[in-house]
């Protein structure tokens, strides 16, 4: 049961505050008009009585008021994350309840509260959703409930000691909606034949009848003759492709949009083209860098790869550093052994900045499929979109004009050395690269 004292946990409501402002300016007036005094002071003895009812009801009783806050194991990096709060009465009267939560300090809200009512000797259960965006531990404080009866004059403090901490991992919220439509599509497919895929690898599975439907160039002639009727050859997907994300932490994966970072941005959809990559039975690596190679994990198809990506990409922090690419190519030379997709999250803003990199990108392009995921500055195409015929306004839009040039040179750039470019806004990020991985699967191209 939370500690209680009389005084400090006694607070005086705004309804109290006005019947005695009231009541103070009646007492004036009766040295004006005599004949009001019995009449003030009987609404005053009237109000002060009914003042100490209420402070009794709520504070000369054994009844309490007892809660508890229920944090999810972990919270998702920019999405919605609910958290639950039971509480309980055993006041025999319905209370109107004020409940304040001690947020952590990352969320910067400091007039959280939530009004509501429980019944008597009745338990109530609150639910209200948070929004992480940066990663980390968060740290919430204790839980403040403020009661009051229907007189409403005072009102009572009850602080339940609830400090917790939850974890902020990489966006996996999303990762549930891949998997019901995962679950609908082998559904589908084992209610008959399996749905005709364009671009299906070679790579040769078994010999079945044929049915309508079936590639007719993938008769087995010879296992037809032998069987008196069509038989095709059926393939599957070329599995266990070498992946490797190369995730850029240096000083441009500092800016932010929609209050989450581009290295955010990246390392949500890190996690996410993950999962799907390791639904395909390919193996995952990852690699991130700054000013040097940091973290360097080997591409592995294990279950616990998931897991493990996951615990590396929840600590990685922005370096204020330009980012060496160079180290970066030398470190995929010596630990890709085998041709690989390389999947570069970074940001270029300026094509002299590009310029500077793009020979370690031709380099790694080889003897790999890089595929260079750069983001669009929507802060920019928004003032590009804004009129105005003011002097200012005409200036200001030529300058963005010419940032958002410099990014379409950059893709063009990368397209004529022949690598592979996403130029996506930050919140598309994660479907435009899980739907190019799927693309270049289709087609052979790892």
Not at 17 to 32: A, D, K, R
Not at 47 to 62: C, M, N, V
Not at 175 to 204: D, I, M, W
Request: aromatic letters at 12%; a positive charge; charged letters at 25%.
């Amino acid at each position: 049961m939370p500690k209680i004292t009389l005084l400090t946990d006694l607070f005086f409501k705004n309804r109290f505050f006005v019947v005695w402002g009231c009541i103070t300016l009646s007492c004036i007036l009766t040295y004006f008009f005599p004949l009001l005094s019995v009449f003030v002071w009987g609404i005053c003895v009237f109000f002060l009585a009914l003042s100490l009812l209420d402070y009794g009801l709520l504070f000369f009783t054994r009844n309490s008021l007892i809660g508890a806050r229920k944090l999810p194991v972990r919270f998702s990096n920019a999405e919605a994350n609910t958290v639950h709060i039971n509480l309980s009465s055993s006041y025999a009267f319905r209370l109107n309840l004020t409940y304040l939560d001690e947020l952590p300090v990352q969320f910067q809200q400091r007039d959280f509260q939530i009004q509501h009512s429980i019944e008597a000797k009745g338990e109530l259960q609150l639910n209200y959703s948070l929004m992480p965006t940066q990663r980390g531990e968060y740290e919430f404080g204790n839980i403040h409930l403020y009661i009051s009866s229907k007189i409403g004059l005072v009102q009572r403090r009850f602080t339940i000691q609830s400090s917790q901490t939850v974890k902020v991992y990489p966006s996996f919220l999303q990762l549930r909606n891949y998997q019901l439509k995962a679950l609908a599509e082998q559904n589908l497919e084992s209610r008959g034949r399996r749905l005709y895929r364009r671009g299906l690898s070679t790579e040769f599975e078994h010999v079945k009848e044929y049915t309508r439907g079936d590639d007719s160039r993938s008769i087995n002639w010879k296992a037809s003759a032998r069987r008196d009727q069509l038989m095709v050859n059926s393939f599957m997907d070329e599995k266990s492709q070498q992946i490797f994300c190369l995730i850029d932490k240096g000083r441009m994966m500092k800016m932010s949009f929609n209050g989450i970072t581009l290295l955010d941005y990246a390392i949500n959809a890190t996690l996410m083209f993950s999962y799907v990559a390791l639904q395909k039975d390919d193996k995952i690596g990852l690699i991130t860098f700054a000013e040097k190679t940091h973290e360097v994990l080997q591409p592995a198809k294990l279950k616990k790869q998931f897991n493990v990506i996951m615990e590396t990409l929840y600590k990685q922090e922005t370096r204020f550093l330009e980012s060496n690419f160079e180290d970066v190519y030398l470190t995929v030379n010596k630990r890709a052994g085998q041709r690989s997709l390389l999947l570069l999250f970074t940001n270029f803003e300026t094509i002299t900045g590009f310029m500077r990199q793009l020979p370690y990108l031709k380099v790694m392009n080889k003897k790999h499929l890089l595929c260079v995921v750069l983001f669009e500055n929507t802060e920019v195409s928004r003032i590009h979109d804004r009129r105005g015929d003011a002097l200012e306004d005409i200036y200001v839009k030529t300058i963005a004009d010419r940032f958002i040039y410099e990014k379409k040179m950059i893709v063009k750039e990368l397209q004529k050395h022949g690598i592979l470019a996403i130029y996506t806004k930050p919140e598309q990020l994660t479907i435009q690269v899980v739907n190019k991985y799927l693309a270049l699967k289709a087609k052979q191209f790892i």
